[in-house]
C-alpha cells in the first residue's frame, strides 16, 4: 500500500506575519509593484522550502492567496462585477484590491464567514457576466515551486460547487447558466495543470457536508461527470472538510480519483459510512486526521487506530495522511512562544508541529516504526502532564458547577411582568437612546495603554487616565442628551482578551496570529484551566462613571458564548462546560456590579451564531447549551434589574427564536446592512422584548442626517411596539473619530426626540 504525508493547505500570513507587511506596505504605496510581487514570490517559496523541511511528501500549492482565495478565482474566471469598471485603466492588482476593500468609485465586495470558522471570504457576485480564463495562477505556482524547487506540488482549487454555492447573485435559471459557464474554465485550469506535470489536482468541495437536496447532488455527479469527460487525463482528488461527506454512498463515487474525507470533524458519520457502504474501488482516500482546527498536540496511539480501522473499511490502496482542513485555521509555530506555561507549550501543536505529527503517522503506517524514538511516549507524557496541572481542576468552580439547578438558568420573574416593573422602577423616556459600549480608541488611549504595558507609567497613572477619559465622555454624553450612558471601555483592548486577563484558566500568545480576513490577523487567548472569577473586573469603572450623572451607566459585560468562540479551547471537556464556567464566573460579576448600585447590565454576545454547527439539524444541541451559558450568567439579578445585550456580524432572519431564548430585557442588534430583512421577519416573528434594531452603520466615518434615522426608526416602528423600542447605532463606537461619533449621536438623538412628538 502506498502512503503519503500530505495537507489540505498551509497557513500564508508567515510566523511572523510578513505577508500581512507585505501587502500593507502595498496598499500604502510604500513599495512598487514590482517590489510587492518580488516579496511574495519570497514568501511563496520559503514557505514550500520549509515544508519540504519539516519532512512533508505531498506540498499543496495554489494555496497561497494575495487576499482570499475566492477572490482569487473570481477574477481568475473574470468574474467581476460591473461597478468596477468605474476604476480608470486599473491595472490586475487595482481591480482585486478595490474588490476586496473598495476603491474611491466602487465599494468593496461583500465579505462573510467561510463555514463555522472565523475565516471571512469575498463572495463572488454573478451577474450573468460572459466568464474567460484571466491567467491561471494556480498554474503559475505549480510551475514556480517546480522550476525553482523541484517540488512537483498538489495543486488545490476550491470546487466549482462550493464556488457557486458560496457566491451570489443567481437564481435557480441562472444558476444553471453560472454552472456550464465554469466547466470548461475548470476544466482548462486542471488539463493546463496535468500538462505542466501535476500528477494530482486537489479540488476542495467543503460544500459536500452540508446536507444537500437530491437536485443538488445531481448537480454535483453532472459537474464532475462532465469535468471528467473533459480531462479524463486528471486525477482530481474532491477534498471534503468540517463535516462529514454528504450522501456518502453517492458522492464518494463521483468519477474522480480520491476523495478527501474529514475523520475529525465527520469523524463518526464518515467511519459509519464506510461501513455501510465501503469505500470504491481504485480511488485513493485522503484520511484528514490530524486537526486543523485546534491547537492541540495529536494523541498519535489514537491516531494509528482510527486510521487502521479506515484502512480496513476501506481497502484504499493508496492512501494520504493529512490535516483535516486547511491549516490556515491555526496559527504558524509554537517555536517563538517564550512566555507560555510549560504543560501548556508542551501539549500545543500549531501547523508547523501538525505536520511534524503527520509525517510521523505517515512513517508509522508505512513501515510499522517511528521516525523520532519516543514519540508516542512524549505525546501522551506532554497530555498527561498538562491533564494534571491544577489549573485543569478547579474543585471550587466544579462543586458550584454541580450545585446548579433548573432555577439558575432562568430569571424568577417572566418577561411581560419584568417589563411593568422595570419600567416603573427605571422611569426611562419613550424611546430611550443609548450606545453599544465603547467610544472611540483615540490614538492618545492606545498610547497611554503603550506606555503602561511598557511600564513606563504607573498603574496609578493609568488608572487615572481612564478615569479621566471615562469622565469626559460622561460629560459629553450627557451633552448630547443620551438617556443610559456607557463608561467607554477605555481600559479595554479587546473584548475578550479583556476579561480573559482577568479570569483564570487562560494564557496568551505572543504569535499566535491566524487570519481574520484579508490582511487582518487576530491572536485569540487560550483557554487551558478552569475558569474561575477571583476578583471584580469591570465594577471600579462603572461604578466610578455612575458617580458622575444621574443618568444611568450600563454595565458592560462579555458573554460566555463570545469568550469561548473567540478563544482556542480546551479540548478535555465538552465546550459546553467550559461555557458554563465562564457563564458562572460572568454571573459573579453580574452581582458584583449590581451590588454597586448598577441597575442595566448589557452582556455582550456578537459571536453567539459563530459557534452553530454547519448542519441546521444540530443546531438545537448547541443553541440550548449556548443560550443557557447566557442565562447562567444573567439570570440572578433582582426583577428590576435590566439585562442588555448585544449581537453584531450575523443575520439576524432565521435566528429571532433563539435570540428570544436568551430572555434578555432588551438587545440592540446591528442592522443597517440588512434592516429591510429584519423588518420582514419580525413582521412574520414578532419579539416581545426590548429591542433597538441599529439606526447607523459604524463601519463608516459618515455622518447620518436626521432624516435618515428618522426614515429608519419610523420603518422599525411598523414591527415593534413603542413599549420595547430602543434607539441605538450598530455597534461599538471604538474604531470612530470623536467629532463624527458626537455628530452621528447628537443626530441619533434628535431623532428620537422627533419621535417622542409624533402624536
Ligand atoms: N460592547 C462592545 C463595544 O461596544 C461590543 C462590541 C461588539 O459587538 N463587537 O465595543
Ligand atoms: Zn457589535
Not at 435559471?173 to 482548462?188: D, E, H, M, N, V
Not at 484551566?529 to 458592560?556: F, I, P, R
Request: glycine share 6%.
Amino acid at each position: 500500500m502506498n502512503v503519503t504525508s500530505t495537507v489540505v493547505g498551509y497557513p500564508y500570513i508567515g510566523a511572523k506575519r510578513e505577508w500581512k507587511r507585505t501587502l500593507e506596505k502595498f496598499w500604502k504605496n510604500e513599495i512598487t509593484e514590482e517590489q510587492f510581487e518580488a516579496e511574495l514570490k519570497n514568501l511563496r517559496i520559503n514557505r514550500l522550502k520549509h515544508q519540504k523541511d519539516l519532512g512533508l511528501q505531498f506540498i499543496t500549492v495554489g494555496d497561497f492567496t494575495k487576499y482570499d482565495r475566492m477572490l482569487d478565482l473570481a477574477t481568475m474566471f473574470n468574474l467581476i462585477p460591473k461597478r468596477y469598471e468605474a476604476l480608470e485603466n486599473p491595472t490586475a492588482n487595482e481591480t482585486y484590491y478595490a474588490m476586496a476593500r473598495g476603491a474611491k468609485d466602487a465599494v468593496a465586495c461583500e465579505m462573510t464567514k467561510w463555514y463555522n470558522t472565523n475565516y471571512h471570504y469575498i463572495v463572488p457576485e454573478y451577474e450573468g457576466q460572459s466568464l474567460t480564463l484571466n491567467g491561471n495562477y494556480i498554474l503559475d505556482q505549480f510551475l514556480e515551486a517546480k522550476n525553482e524547487l523541484g517540488i512537483i506540488g498538489k495543486p488545490t482549487i476550491i470546487g466549482p460547487y462550493t464556488f457557486v454555492d458560496l457566491a451570489k447573485g443567481y437564481d435557480e435559471k441562472t444558476r444553471a447558466a453560472f454552472f456550464l459557464q465554469l466547466i470548461p474554465l475548470y476544466s482548462q485550469i486542471i488539463k493546463e495543470l496535468v500538462t505542466a506535470g501535476a500528477d494530482w489536482i486537489q479540488v476542495e468541495e467543503p460544500s459536500l457536508t452540508k446536507s444537500l437536496a437530491e437536485e443538488e447532488i445531481l448537480i454535483v455527479e453532472e459537474l464532475y461527470k462532465q469535468i471528467n469527460e473533459a480531462v479524463p487525463e486528471a486525477k482530481i482528488l474532491v477534498q471534503t472538510y468540517f463535516e462529514a461527506l454528504t450522501s456518502f454512498e453517492r458522492l464518494s463515487r463521483l468519477p474522480v480519483a480520491g476523495i478527501g474525507l474529514d475523520f475529525v470533524h465527520g469523524g463518526k458519520e464518515n467511519i459509519k459510512a464506510l461501513q455501510n457502504y465501503g469505500f470504491p474501488q481504485n480511488k485513493t482516500l485522503s484520511l484528514g486526521i490530524i486537526n486543523g482546527r485546534d491547537i492541540w498536540s495529536a494523541n498519535l496511539a489514537e491516531a494509528i487506530s482510527t486510521i487502521n480501522a479506515v484502512k480496513q473499511l476501506s481497502n484504499a490502496e493508496e492512501i494520504w495522511i493529512s490535516s483535516s482542513c486547511n491549516l490556515q485555521h491555526v496559527p504558524v509555530s509554537k517555536k517563538m512562544e517564550e512566555n507560555l506555561p510549560q504543560e501548556l507549550y508542551d501539549h500545543l501543536a500549531f501547523a508547523d508541529e501538525k505536520i511534524r505529527e503527520i509525517a510521523e503517522i505517515t512513517y508509522y503506517i508505512e513501515k510499522g516504526a517511528w521516525l523520532k524514538e519516543g514519540v508516542v511516549a512524549d505525546s501522551l507524557k506532554a497530555i498527561e502532564a498538562l491533564a494534571i496541572h491544577p489549573i485543569r481542576k478547579n474543585k471550587v468552580v466544579d462543586d458550584a458547577l454541580k450545585l446548579l439547578t433548573a432555577k439558575d438558568f432562568a430569571r424568577s420573574v417572566p418577561f411581560s411582568e419584568r417589563q411593568q416593573i422595570q419600567k416603573e422602577a427605571l422611569q426611562l423616556p419613550d424611546y430611550p437612546t443609548t450606545t453599544i459600549g465603547s467610544f472611540p480608541q483615540s490614538q492618545l488611549v492606545k498610547k497611554t495603554r503603550a506606555a503602561w504595558r511598557k511600564n513606563e507609567i504607573s498603574d496609578e497613572q493609568y488608572a487615572q487616565f481612564v478615569k479621566e477619559e471615562t469622565a469626559r465622555w460622561i460629560q459629553i454624553q450627557e451633552d448630547i442628551g443620551l438617556d443610559v450612558l456607557v463608561h467607554g471601555e477605555f481600559e479595554r483592548t479587546d473584548m475578550v482578551e479583556y476579561f480573559g486577563e482577568h479570569l483564570t484558566g487562560f494564557a496568551f500568545t505572543d504569535f499566535a496570529w491566524v487570519v481574520s480576513y484579508g490582511s487582518r490577523c487576530v491572536k485569540p487567548p487560550i483557554i487551558y484551566g478552569d475558569v474561575e472569577w477571583t476578583h471584580e473586573m469591570t465594577v471600579k469603572e462603572v461604578a466610578e462613571a455612575q458617580q458622575l450623572t444621574n443618568k444611568y451607566v450600563k454595565g458592560m459585560l462579555t458573554g460566555p458564548i463570545t469568550i469561548l468562540n473567540w478563544s482556542f479551547v480546551r479540548n478535555d471537556i465538552p465546550r459546553q462546560e467550559v461555557a458554563y464556567q465562564i457563564g458562572l464566573a460572568l454571573r459573579k460579576e453580574v452581582a458584583a456590579l449590581e451590588a454597586a448600585g448598577i441597575k442595566i447590565i448589557q452582556v455582550d454576545e456578537p459571536a453567539l451564531r459563530e459557534g452553530l454547527p454547519l448542519r441546521k439539524e444540530n443546531w438545537n444541541e448547541y443553541l440550548t447549551w449556548a443560550v443557557d451559558a447566557f442565562k447562567l450568567a444573567t439570570s440572578s439579578v433582582a426583577t428590576d434589574t435590566q439585562i442588555h445585550t448585544h449581537m453584531c456580524y450575523c443575520e439576524f432572519n432565521d435566528f429571532i427564536d433563539p435570540i428570544r431564548a436568551l430572555d434578555a430585557d432588551v438587545i440592540s442588534l446591528e442592522t443597517s446592512r440588512s434592516h429591510g430583512e429584519l423588518i420582514h421577519s419580525l413582521k412574520a416573528n414578532p419579539y416581545e422584548l426590548g429591542i433597538g434594531l441599529g439606526v447607523y452603520d459604524i463601519h463608516s466615518p459618515r455622518v447620518p442626517t436626521i432624516e435618515e434615522i428618522s426614515h429608519i426608526l419610523n420603518e422599525s416602528l411598523a414591527v415593534i411596539p413603542k413599549e420595547q423600542f430602543w434607539v441605538n447605532p450598530d455597534c461599538g463606537l471604538k474604531t470612530r473619530q470623536e467629532p463624527e461619533t458626537v455628530a452621528s449621536l447628537k443626530n441619533m438623538v434628535q431623532a428620537a426626540h422627533k419621535l417622542r412628538q409624533q402624536p
